[in-house]
Each structure stands twice: as C-alpha cells, then as structure tokens.
C-alpha cells in the first residue's frame, strides 16, 4: 500500500500520523490541507490502493501566482522530521464497499512503521446531534485505550476536550447478533453519522491496540473553511505544531492553498444579466 | 433537516455517501467482470523470450474517448499497424461484445503497434471504463510494459474547467505530467483547483507513483459529439520526439477525420 518516494526516509518510529476520513463538509482533508502548507511538509510517499478512486491535479500545496507542474495523487503522505509529524492526504472518496479492506490496510501499514500515536481527523452531522451536545463546543475526541494510557491526561485535563457521547442504537440489540459481539466494549455504542471511515477504523483499533484518536467537529455542508480552521487549531493545541509565538485568529495562523481557489466553481458571465 | 414547510428532507452530504454504512454492501460489490488482458499469440511468444516478461516499448500512446481515439486513428495509426492485444473490463452477464467496437455495449479497449515501428504501442479506448475499474485496468495493461514513456489523450466537457477568467477559446488543451517527464509539454499546465478523474488519472497515478516518465493531455471540448476541430486541438502532440517521425500531417488524416465525423453525424441525426 506505502510506496515512497525515491532517496526519503523510510524510518518513521515514534512520530505521529495524522490522517482525513472523507468526512461531511470535507473538513477532515482541508484540515489537513492547512498543515501541510502552513507547515511545509514534504512529500514523502503516495498511498497507492485500489479501494480510493483516482484523481490527480497540479500542485496543490502552491502558494501565490506560481503553477508548477507537479502532479498531485490521489493519496499521498507528507512528513517533517523536525515536528516528528506524518500527515496523509487523501482527495477522493473510497470505492463503494471497499472501506474495510481500506481500513485493515491502513492498520497494517501503521502497525508495520511504529507510529508513536494516530490521529483520524473528521466530522459528523450537526443535525444528528444530541440536546446535550447543542451547546457548547463542537469539538469532540475519541481515544483507542492503547493511547488513552498516555494521552488521556492531556486531552481530559489539560485541553479539556470531551469525550464522544455513547449512543445506543434506536433499533436495540437483536437476538444473536453476531457483529455486535465482534465490537470490542471501548468501541461500542459510538455513534459518527456522516464520518466516513471513522468508526470503522476506530473498531479495528480497538480490536487491534493501536494508539488512536479520532477527532471530529460537528458541522453540515457548506463553507466549512471555519470548521476546518477550528479543528485544525485544536489539533495545534495538542500537538503545538505551530511556533509559539503566532498568536492571532485561526485565520491568521493557518495558510490556505492554491487548489482552496473557487471552491465553490468558476465566476459565471456577468454579461448574461 | 426540517423545511420551511416543516417537511424533514434527507440531507446529502458532496462528501459521504449515507450507503457507505451499509456493511451489507460490501457483498454487493459490483458483479461487472474486473479487467482482462488478452495479447495476441505472436505478443505471447515474444513475452516469452524475452528477459522478465516485458514487451519491447519505448513510448505508450493511450488515448481515452471519442476525439482522442479519432485523432490517433487519423494521424498516429494512418500507416500500416498489427492488432496485438485487447483489455476487457466491466462486462456484466447482460452484456454483449462484438470485438470490433460496434456495440454500444462493447466494452474492450484494442492495443495495436505500428508495423514501421514496433517499439511503439497505441490503445484505443474508447469503451468507458468506471472508475472503480480503473486501477486494474491500468495495473493489467503495465504488467507487461515496464520503462516507456507513456502519453495520455483525454478529453472532457468544457464546463469542467474552473478559472477565474473564462476566456479561452474553445477547444483548447492543458496538460499534466509525472514528475520524471523531461520533456517540454506542448501546452500550459493544468491550473489548480482544477482535477482530472477516471481512467486517465489512474494512469497517470501509476506512473507518478512508479517513476515513469508520463504526460496527460486533456482537451476541454465544447460539443458532445466528435467534430473535427475536437481531433485537431491534439495536432500539437505529435511534437512528441517519439511521435514527430511517426505521423505525417497528410491528406490521408483530413480524409480520415470527415469520414469520422460523418459516421458520427448519421448515428446522431436529430441535430444537423
């Protein structure tokens, strides 16, 4: 599934692997977006896999009026060795019915380089939220045990995040049902409409010990550039990526990519009116 | 999400399909046929001789859709070319294959090789090929062409194309390559945010990812069916140092395009 780029490291023990579910709003990936250009991740390898669909397009990390001709794939990795961070970009949904063997692939090749911990950026619908979680904020984390041994302090005490609220299913439980008893008791009843892959990878971490994290905001189609602006920044909190000293909005500190241009199609011809 | 009207609409999101949860499906993956390759006996007993399996090629000519087919079936295969090999991908148990593309349902994609020059390999496809097939396609048709240049034609509508300024004349041609290509595209690059899918992607994700020197060309083309100004918007392509002795701008090739053109206006005759 991992091919690298030629003369790159291959060596990525102990760092952190960020990775999008192609989530509502999209807001996983343009999170990741915001790091890699702020950042200036190089790329390092592609995700080659036939359960994503193929795209490719021009140079999506530029900033300013220049257009290299350097292609872009459909899911490619970028790293820093100075942050130990790893980041994966993917731009295409997965094949229908092929997002399970997506995420055994994925746990493989994360259990093969000894990542130090995995965060899976995504979303979920606002609409689909509980009365509780109206209010206040919109962030929320889950955490594999693997990484709540290490990283449950943090994220509790001291960002103060909350933990995803458990949702049993409307429909109950039926008799004999197997699938049910296959979920590991950390993975049950976690409920993440409109998050992709998200609890399917969360499940298989559980089962396979991974120490994961699954961030989400909620949120509904739309402009979701402050989404991602938000989850991004709360990613920053945790990881502190960023330098201390660039205080200001979100807006501020995040830069945005070339591909961000006319997100929402091309200028139409005025002259028609 | 309730309405104005207080009616509860499902709401669709551009990027999860609500489907995707269903486990049920991954039983239902698609029952068309995944691709086949099938060389023909004289393209087996060379694979045979040769070293690792791998056919003889110094550059890859694939050309994906109607305008891309007609114009290498004009220009590029003009001369003398054998038929050495098909792909099939996709065909369900409703189908039915005619092996000389004249079925609506046919779904094969011919390689051929130009007598004058047998190190270079042309496919002509112009069966849709899904995008879910995509990958295997490509991984079938580079099992047994390794280290050659390889060249795309693709075509698509014009409104694709997002730019701030519309003032392109239609059609009009960008293109995308592999980052080991070293030569000179014959036209600008793809600007961003624009994207290219399907097969042509897959294609070239392969030979990103594999180090193969590639180029895509994409023509963003204004009609549905082909004309002739849609075939020529490729002519600068055959600037290509392979391709530049191959293909000879004759009368030959304008004759070949009308009588494409022709064919495709009597099998759409509602609007002449």
């Known amino acids: ?273 | 999400m309730a309405t104005f009207f207080g009616e509860v609409l499902d709401v669709a999101s551009r990027a999860f399909d609500a489907d995707d949860d269903d486990e049920d499906y991954e039983e239902k993956i698609t029952q068309a046929s995944s691709p086949i390759l099938r060389w023909s006996p004289g393209i087996r007993s060379e694979l045979k001789q040769s070293q690792d399996n791998v056919l003889n090629c110094s550059l890859l000519l694939l050309a994906i859709g109607p305008a891309p087919t007609g114009f290498v079936q004009s220009y590029v295969l003009s001369e003398e070319y054998e038929d050495i090999g098909v792909i099939i991908s996709g065909l369900t148990s409703k189908d039915n294959n005619s092996f000389q593309q004249s079925l609506h349902t046919d779904k094969s994609c011919f390689v051929y090789r130009l007598k004058r020059r047998p190190d270079i390999v042309v496919c002509q496809c112009n069966a849709r090929v899904s995008a879910e097939q995509a990958f295997h396609w490509t991984e079938k048709l580079f099992s047994n062409i390794k280290k050659s240049c390889v060249v795309i034609l693709a075509s698509t509508q014009s409104t694709e194309y997002k730019a701030l300024e519309q003032n392109q004349t239609i059609p009009f041609m960008k293109c995308l390559c592999s980052s080991v290509f070293t030569e000179k595209p014959s036209c600008d690059y793809l600007p961003q945010p624009n994207t290219v899918s399907e097969l042509p992607a897959a294609v070239l994700n392969h030979c990103q990812v594999h180090s193969i020197p590639a180029i895509l060309y994409m023509a963003y083309l204004d009609s549905v069916h082909i004309d002739a100004a849609s075939m020529k918007v490729f002519l600068p392509v055959l600037d290509n140092t392979f391709l530049k002795e191959v293909s000879k701008v004759n009368g030959k090739a304008e004759k070949s395009v009308k009588k494409l053109v022709e064919l495709n206006t009597i099998q759409n005759p509602l609007y002449i």
């Open chain 1, 1 to 273: 599934m991992y091919v690298g780029c030629p003369n790159t490291p291959t060596d990525f023990k102990g760092y952190t692997l960020v990775l999008p579910a192609v989530s509502v709003g999209n807001v996983g990936q343009l999170s990741v977006d915001l790091l890699v250009t702020t950042l200036g991740l190089v790329r390092v390898g592609y995700l080659h896999s036939d359960c994503v669909l193929p795209v490719c397009g021009n140079d999506a990390f530029s900033v300013g009026k220049d257009t290299q001709g350097s292609l872009v794939t459909t899911t490619e990795v970028y790293y820093s060795e100075e942050k130990k961070i790893v980041v994966v970009q993917q731009r295409a949904p997965h094949v229908k019915g092929k997002q399970n063997e997506y995420c055994t692939s994925l746990i493989e090749w994360i259990q093969s380089y000894q990542f130090d911990k995995v965060i899976l950026l995504t979303s979920s619908y606002s609409h689909e939220r509980l009365d509780s979680q109206i209010q206040g904020g919109r962030l929320r984390y889950l955490a594999t045990t693997a990484l709540q041994q290490t990283c449950e302090d943090t994220l509790q005490n001291e960002l103060k995040w909350l933990p995803l609220e458990r949702r049993e299913s409307v429909w109950g439980k039926s008799v004999g049902d197997s699938k049910q008893e296959d979920i590991p008791e950390q993975a049950k009843d976690v409920f993440i409409p409109g998050g992709g892959i998200a609890k399917r990878l969360f499940v298989q971490g559980c089962k396979e010990n991974i120490p994961l994290a699954v961030l989400l905001v909620f949120c509904a189609e739309g402009n979701n550039v402050p989404d991602a602006l938000t989850l991004t920044s709360s990613l920053n909190q945790w990881l502190n990526l960023l330098p201390n000293q660039s205080a200001g909005t979100p807006l501020q500190q995040w830069k945005m990519p070339n591909s961000w241009n006319l997100l929402f199609g091309s200028t139409y011809d005025k002259t028609i009116y």
